[in-house]
């Protein structure tokens, strides 16, 4: 069992940035792929960004891309999401999330932040 718990949303103007931690715990691997999702109510959960353990497999949605920063500190199994240039189409609960790698879906997830972006 993986344990993930997230931390750093909170309310940010328009422009303004955040940055997410994702602390995991338990059977914690490096063969683990990291990922950050976000939803809103009533709404589908929304992929934003992921990261394999070395650092070469780190993907974006085309929504987030040149605006958010996907990291991982390896040695204290944190994962990061610093996110600039906030939108208020960004508020929503952001969820961390590990799926083993050459898996397709995520089998461990944490409870959520909430992000508010205020205009």
């Known amino acids: 069992q993986v344990q993930l718990v997230e931390s750093g949303g909170g309310l940010v103007q328009a422009g303004g940035s955040l940055r997410l931690s994702c602390a995991a715990s338990?059977?914690?691997?490096?063969?683990?792929?990291m990922g950050w999702f976000r939803q809103a109510p009533g709404m589908e959960r929304e992929f934003v960004a992921a990261?394999?353990?070395?650092?070469?497999?780190?993907i974006y949605a085309d929504s987030v891309k040149g605006r958010f920063t996907i990291s991982r500190d390896n040695a204290t199994n944190t994962v990061y999401l610093q996110m600039n240039s906030l939108e208020t189409e960004d508020t929503d609960v952001y969820y961390c999330?590990?799926?083993?790698?050459?898996?397709?879906?995520?089998?461990?997830w944490g409870q959520g932040t909430q992000v508010t972006v205020s205009s």
């Open positions: 338990g059977r914690t691997s490096s063969s683990y792929v």
């Open positions: 990261r394999g353990w070395s650092g070469f497999s780190i």
């Open positions: 999330a590990a799926r083993v790698s050459g898996t397709k879906d995520y089998a461990y």
